[in-house]
């Protein structure tokens, strides 16, 4: 059963960080490349950051380059988001996904920028 948990949300002041994580099982990890994206409240979801398998080339959403940092750890199936110097705007529930083949979403990881 493929299965997606994501986890490491939290309220974080601006300016603050945050790491979020999302294990994957039930496919081999592998050979897919990871997505994170969230849902603000009231807006549709978008994509924040990719992650290529074969060749590691990671990509991301203009309003988060250079803050952002997508990263996967094949050994233990899971992939992270390193969110530096958090701002309001970023408050939304983060998921994570694969590709190709997007498969059912997880519960996400509430993140709050706020002071």
């Known amino acids: 059963q493929v299965q997606l948990v994501e986890s490491g949300g939290g309220l974080v002041q601006p300016g603050g960080s945050l790491r979020l994580s999302c294990a994957a099982s039930g496919f081999t990890f592998s050979n897919y490349g990871m997505r994170w994206y969230r849902q603000a409240p009231g807006k549709e979801r978008e994509l924040v950051a990719a992650?290529?398998?074969?060749?590691?080339?990671?990509s991301y959403a203009d309003y988060v380059k250079g803050r952002f940092t997508i990263s996967s750890d094949n050994a233990e199936n899971t992939v992270f988001l390193r969110m530096n110097n958090q701002q309001p705007v970023n408050t939304a529930v983060y998921y994570c996904?694969?590709?190709?083949?997007?498969?059912?979403w997880g519960q996400g990881t509430k993140v709050t920028v706020s002071s």
């Open positions: 992650a290529r398998s074969l060749n590691g080339i990671t």
């Open positions: 996904n694969r590709f190709p083949g997007r498969v059912n």
